[in-house]
């Protein structure tokens, strides 16, 4: 069926380098993608969000990059910091529908 | 503060019981969604309100029940039906379609 999941369960990158966490989708329909951060015990963040009739988009550190022909999405993180560590999801949302369809998720471990 | 609050933090059951979890939210939110979490893995939904007095299942609604008297307020009963209820629960609210979902703080459900 229709999924949203993820390359790697589990990255490791040393403080100061740049993060990419990647995740594909399957929707062709989906016109809105989000990127959420949860840290343990706790809810999820929102981090940053994209639109279809976008193909990249900066925040504060974070870009997600979107790219429709293959299905992909991506979030950079530039000069990871140990306050990164945490778990991050891609969120797809079908175009028309107000329901948010969630990826299982990357463990990000950010070590010194 | 606007936000989304979810109480309690902890929640302890009895097998065979019903145990309701609250959602409460100040922030003019039209939609509001509980979602259910497992160890390691996605979101995925229970139920959702997009209007007072209205709601419809998720994917996963069975052993579930909710009510949407007041916009502010979106509660979830875990019931006797649900044969696997020990998880992480998640409310969320949402502005309007095509915005991101501001996510409470969890309530996490032990059966004992």
């Known amino acids: 069926g229709e999924s949203v999941g993820l390359h790697l369960p589990t990255l490791s990158v040393q403080e100061g380098d740049n993060s990419i966490i990647n995740c594909a989708y399957s929707?062709?329909?989906?016109?809105?993608f989000i990127w959420y951060k949860q840290e343990s015990g706790k809810g999820p963040q929102f981090i940053i969000d994209?639109?279809?009739?976008?193909d990249k988009r900066q925040g504060q550190r974070v870009t997600v990059l979107l790219n429709k022909t293959v299905k992909h999405l991506s979030l950079q993180i530039a000069a990871t910091q140990p306050g990164d560590s945490a778990v991050y999801f891609c969120?797809?949302?079908?175009?028309?529908?107000?329901?948010?369809?969630f990826g299982t998720g990357t463990r990000l471990q950010v070590f010194p | 503060d606007g936000g989304i609050t979810q109480s309690p933090k902890y929640l302890f059951r009895k097998e065979g019981q019903n145990v309701t979890l609250s959602c409460e939210q100040n922030?003019?939110?039209?939609?509001m969604y509980w979602y259910r979490q497992d160890p390691g893995q996605g979101l995925r939904l229970i139920y959702y309100?997009?209007?007072?007095?209205?709601?419809q299942k998720g994917d996963i609604a069975e052993g579930y029940s909710v009510s949407r008297e007041k916009k502010e307020s979106f509660p979830l009963t875990v019931t006797s039906a649900q044969k696997n209820p020990t998880a992480f629960y998640l409310c969320?609210?949402?502005?309007?379609?095509?915005?991101?979902?501001?996510f409470g703080p969890g309530t996490r459900l032990t059966v004992l």
């Open positions: 922030l003019n939110h039209d939609a």
């Open positions: 929707n062709s329909a989906s016109d809105y």
């Open positions: 969320a609210s949402i502005s309007g379609s095509k915005d991101e979902q501001f």
């Open positions: 969120a797809e949302n079908y175009r028309d529908t107000d329901k948010l369809i």
């Open positions: 994209i639109r279809s009739n976008m």
């Open positions: 309100s997009q209007i007072v007095n209205d709601f």
